[in-house]
């Protein structure tokens, strides 16, 4: 079972309204959707905790931290640092949800450590926390269409078909860090993975 203390749930994604429909911002969609759920404002924090919004409060019965770094993603790292630091928590209490091109659209999956597979949040809280080994929830987005260049997909809204299925996968994702919370790696892993 997961450790008593509470657990730092961080949403990446890009700052600003232009880039909030992108494929990159899923994580930060799905941090909003964990927030609504538990009833925790996320506002803007003071000294170490200023390049985020965060909260805290209770979801799934466990003690959380949720943030969503105010940094581009490729600085996302400072920000994850500011508040493990602020709230005394090792790494091992962190949870990334983030999206995954390695993934099909509307998949879920968790893992704990492993590489960054190209994304520059991840690369960045690696090397801010001296750590890959660090919980995640990833997010299947899949692979963009033909050459198209995976820096500037992610950067594209969903398309007209994948909105449509967008809400079903960010509740389900959203369940997914909840049964993390409440069981653990492994047996969330067994049950989220035989769904999606």
Do not use: C
Request: aromatic letters at 4%; charged letters at 25%.
């Amino acid at each position: 079972m997961p450790s008593e203390g509470p657990f730092l749930v961080v949403g990446l994604g890009n700052p600003g309204p232009g880039y909030a429909g992108n494929r990159h911002n899923v994580g930060a969609m799905v941090l909003d959707e964990l927030a609504s759920r538990a009833d925790i404002k996320l506002s803007p924090g003071k000294g170490a905790r200023s390049r985020a919004v965060s909260g805290e409060g209770r979801l799934a019965g466990r003690r959380v931290v949720l943030a969503r770094p105010l940094t581009y993603m490729n600085e996302s790292g400072g920000p994850v640092r500011g508040l493990l630091d602020y709230h005394h928590l090792p790494a091992d209490d962190l949870v990334v949800v983030h999206d995954e091109l390695d993934l099909p659209f509307a998949s879920v999956r968790l893992k704990r450590g492993g590489g960054e597979g190209g994304h520059n949040g991840l690369r960045s809280i690696s090397r801010s926390t001296g750590t890959k080994d660090y919980l995640r929830v990833r997010v299947g987005i899949g692979r963009p269409p033909g050459r198209q260049d995976p820096a500037d997909f992610v950067l594209k809204d969903f398309s007209a078909v994948e909105r449509k299925e967008l809400d079903l996968l960010l509740v389900e994702a959203a369940d997914a860090l909840e049964a993390l919370l409440v069981k653990g790696l492994e047996a969330a892993q067994n049950e989220v993975h035989a769904r999606t």
